[in-house]
């Protein structure tokens, strides 16, 4: 199976395309969209969107997995990330992706083991499970694969138990 996980934004955008393979990951892809904060609002949301249907274009995920928002105190920042975010969702949506979503508490307990992981710790998981030579760079590209990986362990988790 092939994921494509994202780490939801608008200035940035992490992505990730992963292959589970019985128990293993096999990294096709990962890195991040950029919008710069001089594009007006409307072609930023249009540049992602293009680029993540690109990205399904080019590795046919069937599922997607996104992060879910954590709001912080701007509210303006979150109004306009929700608003990227759900341009994410609806790209894969009208490329035929079935949607997963998943907290950060979820996200950090299926790769660290531990639901209240720092990002340094949850960053040396993802290079450990993947057997990369390097974290990914940058840190939203990291926490994309992050969302992946818990999406493929989730799976494995349900086949395991629809198995007993």
């Known amino acids: 199976m092939i994921i494509l ?3 939801p934004g608008i200035a940035t955008v992490g992505y990730s395309v992963i292959e589970c393979i019985g128990n293993k990951y096999n990294p096709l892809d990962y890195g991040v969209i950029t919008t710069p904060p001089d594009m007006i609002f409307p072609e930023r949301l249009a540049k992602i969107n293009r680029e993540i249907v690109k990205l399904i274009r080019e590795y046919k995920p069937e599922d997607l997995a996104i992060e879910e928002l954590f709001f912080n105190k701007n509210v303006k920042t979150a109004i306009m990330v929700a608003q990227a975010r759900g341009v994410e969702v609806l790209s894969c949506v009208n490329e035929g992706l079935n949607i997963y979503e998943y907290t950060p508490l979820q996200i950090k307990q299926a790769v ?3 639901g209240r ?8 998981m993802v290079k450990i499970l993947l057997n990369l ?6 840190d939203d590209a990291a926490d994309a694969v992050a969302v992946a ?5 989730s799976l494995k988790f349900k086949e395991s138990f629809l198995m007993r």
């Open 5 to 7: 996980g994202i780490d």
């Open 112 to 114: 660290t083991g531990y």
């Open 117 to 124: 992981a720092d990002k340094n710790q949850i960053q040396q």
């Open 133 to 138: 030579k390097e974290i990914p760079k940058p």
């Open 149 to 153: 990986l818990c999406h493929g362990a």
